[in-house]
Structures are given as structure tokens and as C-alpha cells.
């Protein structure tokens, strides 16, 4: 099987050539990279020529310049390939995650799309030991409106069938457009099924897309709206109870990423009020989440490193 990955290029100078060297280390070797550059203002356009330059499965196109949805969507229309995988700029792959994901496709015909493990990092894999964790059954509406164990878009591979039946992603949506797609999949009965090995490191950093957290509270709601679209909506009781999980979730972000100690406990509080069965499900995760918001308020440094660390 060949892969088609698709990566959207926005100012990457910094992180693009190791991302690409993570691709070029894969132990499978029959993939294409289709790499988007959405009207970059840095040397992107150079470092792309150059990687091209160097290897010919590299195909450059121009972005409409509206995002990393339109970006990927433009991609889209050329892929002919069983396989399509995606891949942002700043993101990084083991080498064996091609290797996997097409053995698991070729002896699950079942399965339309795919995710694996992944492990934060900030600026080198391992400085954080922060894992996703990757439940046993296949996903469906109410688990991506929880935490969504599929976490980024690096993390997707899918059979080309899935785009054909769950449409292409919404360019109104900047953070969380791969819940609302992976939402769009569910309701249409496509089997999402992860795979438990640590397959993809996860950048994070202040002033990332990842860190705007009432934007992806925002995609949060639109993963929603598009649930209700479908005839798709958990009862109302379980959807309170995914939204605290959520609400949780951002609090944790928050204090991994040292933002506003603030910031972490209005998310913590919100959460654990509107359902304090969802928030504090999980074993030590919700006290732990509401002690640690709590607390960054006297030692906010100590705080999130504890918490990195869990």
C-alpha cells in the first residue's frame, strides 16, 4: 500500500527539515509527501525547493492561504493513493509508524481510519512523559467529544474511501477540525481504531494553534452542533458529562503549558460544577486536575511540572 502524507506548511522554517527527516527515516519506504506551503512569509518556500530537490516523492503545491483545513483540503483533490496520512509541520513520527499503520489496514479490512499513541514534547522527545492513552473498542461520538484520544491531525491515517464518505474538512474551523471530522466519520458508522504504541511526538508551545484554548472550546462546541446535525447526540446526561471531561482536559493543558494559573482553575471549577461524575471520573485524574489548578494559584511552577509528569 502506498501512502499519500499530506503536510500544510505555514512558517515552519524552525521545525519543517526534521519533521521531513522523520518521514525520510521510515522504515517504509513506499510513501509521497504532498506539502502545502499556505502563502509562508519565512524561508518555507526555500527549505521545501531544497527537500524536493533532494527527494523526488516531495510534491510542492500553493495554498489559498486560508488555514491548515483549506491547506490539506487542497491536497486532497490530486491524492489517488489507498492510503492518506497527515502530518504537520512541527510534528514527529517513529520510524515505524508508516511500517504499522499499513500492516494493520491490510489485515483489518474493517477499519477505515487509524491513530496510535503519542507523547508531548517541547522542544526534543522525552523532555515531557505526558502519553495519550488509546481505548480498546473502536471510537465513537461520545469518546471524541470527551478527550478525543486521537489529539491532533499528525495522529490520522486513513483509507481514501473515509475522506469519500465522511466529506473534507471544514475551513471554518481552525482548532479542533479534526474532532468535527472525526465526529462526521462516527455518525456515518466508519470504524476508528487506534493502535497502543507510541507512534507520534506531539510538539507544544506557548503561541502554537494548541495553546488558544477557547478556540478549541469553540471547535468543541461546532464537534457538537455537528453530532446534533446528524442525529448523533450521547443523551443528554452523558454529553454533560463529556463537556466536564473536556473542560478538564483544558485545565490540564493549561497548567502544562504554564499558562495563567487563573486560566486552569476557570476551566477546572466549570467543569467539575457542571458534572462532578464526569469531571472526577478517571481515577486521580479530576482531583488531581482541580488540586493542581488550585494550587498553581501559591506555586505555579511546581504545579504544572507535577502534573507534566501524570
Excluded at 499519500?4 to 518521514?23: A, H, M, Q, V
Amino acid at each position: 500500500m502506498t501512502v499519500t502524507i499530506i503536510i500544510p506548511c505555514y512558517n515552519s522554517e524552525k521545525t519543517l527539515e526534521r519533521t521531513f527527516r522523520s518521514i525520510c527515516a521510515q522504515t517504509m519506504g513506499d510513501w509521497t509527501i504532498v506539502a502545502v506551503n499556505d502563502r509562508s512569509t519565512d524561508t518555507t518556500p526555500d527549505i521545501l525547493v531544497a527537500l524536493a530537490a533532494e527527494d523526488p516523492r516531495l510534491t510542492i503545491m500553493e495554498g489559498p492561504g486560508k488555514g491548515a483545513s483549506a491547506a490539506r483540503n487542497t491536497a486532497l483533490a490530486n491524492v489517488t493513493t489507498d492510503l492518506v496520512a497527515f502530518l504537520d509541520a512541527d510534528d514527529l513520527w517513529e520510524p515505524e509508524r508508516l511500517a504499522t499503520f499499513v500492516r494493520m489496514f491490510e489485515t483489518q479490512p474493517d477499519v477505515d481510519i487509524a491513530y496510535s499513541r503519542y507523547a508531548f514534547f517541547g522542544e526534543e522527545p522525552g523532555d515531557n512523559h505526558t502519553l495519550s492513552t488509546v481505548p480498546a473498542a473502536p471510537l465513537g461520538v461520545l469518546d471524541l467529544m470527551r478527550e478525543n484520544p486521537v489529539g491532533t491531525m499528525s495522529n490520522l491515517v486513513m483509507r481514501r474511501s473515509a475522506l469519500e464518505r465522511a466529506g473534507l474538512f471544514r475551513e471554518d474551523i481552525t482548532h479542533g477540525e479534526d474532532r468535527e471530522w472525526l465526529v462526521r466519520a462516527a455518525a456515518r458508522s466508519l470504524t476508528i481504531s487506534g493502535i497502543d504504541e507510541t507512534l507520534l511526538h506531539y510538539r507544544t508551545s506557548i503561541g502554537g494553534l494548541s495553546t488558544d484554548l477557547e478556540k478549541m472550546y469553540d471547535g468543541w462546541r461546532k464537534s457538537l452542533q455537528t453530532a446534533r446535525d446528524l442525529d448523533a447526540l450521547p443523551s443528554a446526561h452523558a454529553l454533560k458529562s463529556a463537556e466536564a471531561v473536556y473542560l478538564r482536559y483544558l485545565s490540564r493543558r493549561a497548567l502544562r503549558l504554564g499558562m495563567p494559573p487563573k486560566t486552569a482553575v476557570a476551566y477546572a471549577l466549570r467543569g467539575a460544577a457542571l458534572s462532578p461524575r464526569g469531571f472526577f471520573s478517571g481515577g486521580a485524574r479530576g482531583p488531581l486536575t482541580l488540586g493542581s489548578a488550585l494550587a498553581s494559584l501559591i506555586a505555579p511552577r511546581m504545579m504544572r511540572d507535577a502534573l507534566a509528569n501524570r
